[in-house]
């Protein structure tokens, strides 16, 4: 069964400290790996996507991990900001004949304090 | 570009009466989907559509219809709405996802839906 496990569920730092991410995923066969960021009261908005050949991807602060034989990915954060307080989704898929299936984690909370 | 938008916003049903959600894109994208999200269940696919007047059921189809008339507008009806079906909706679209190329999605704001 295609899945895709996130942890932590929750996360509280203080702002200016780094954290990571964790994605876990069971599916095949891949096809892509995306992170999203969602913002409270808003849709989610794309950070990095990787394929399988790529091992990393940054995106200003944001760096995102693949290791294709693990199946695993993180997404560090690199001195946070307030405004990183959001859930972070990962989102896999799997490659088909005809449309790649989009497999959704449950998020990772982040929040940032002061 | 306004990208994806939604309307309504928020919406408040009381049971058993209907509504309809509409979604516009203007990236000229075929895809488009709709997603529920609820707390501690992450995003779960209703229905999607690979092209103007093509769709197809997701995840959790009950008790949801669409139709997609034009490619830039994506509807999703709720002919009796159930308690059940409060919610966060969500539209997305992309352009055609398939093998190890990468087309990301792109999210409307989101309708609060609150069926009582």
């Known amino acids: 069964k295609n899945q895709v496990e996130q942890s932590p569920q929750s996360l509280i730092i203080l702002e200016g400290k780094n954290c990571t991410l964790q994605?876990?995923?069971?599916?095949?066969?891949?096809?892509?790996l995306r992170w999203y960021k969602q913002d409270t009261g808003r849709g989610p908005v794309s950070l990095t996507i990787?394929?399988?050949?790529?091992n990393t991807k940054s995106n200003g602060r944001y760096t995102a991990t693949l290791d294709a034989d693990t199946k695993q990915s993180s997404l560090h954060i690199t001195a946070s900001q307030l405004s990183d307080s959001a859930s972070y989704i990962c989102v896999v898929s799997a490659r088909s004949n005809r449309d790649d299936k989009i497999i959704f984690g449950k998020g990772t909370r982040l929040h940032i304090l002061p | 570009n306004a990208g994806v938008t939604q309307t309504p916003k928020f919406r408040v049903l009381k049971t058993g009466q209907s509504m309809t959600l509409l979604c516009a894109q203007d990236m000229n994208h075929e895809y488009m989907y709709w997603y529920r999200q609820d707390p501690g269940m992450g995003l779960r696919l209703i229905h999607y559509s690979v092209g103007e007047g093509t769709t197809a059921k997701g995840e959790v189809p009950d008790g949801y219809n669409v139709s997609r008339l034009k490619k830039q507008n994506f509807l999703l009806g709720l002919e009796s709405a159930a308690p059940s079906q409060t919610s966060v909706y969500f539209c997305?679209?992309?352009?055609?996802?398939?093998?190890?190329?990468?087309?990301?999605?792109?999210f409307g704001p989101g309708t609060r839906l609150t069926v009582t």
């Open positions: 990787m394929t399988f050949s790529e």
């Open positions: 997305a679209s992309s352009s055609r996802t398939s093998g190890r190329t990468s087309y990301e999605q792109y």
């Open positions: 994605c876990n995923y069971t599916v095949s066969p891949f096809s892509n």
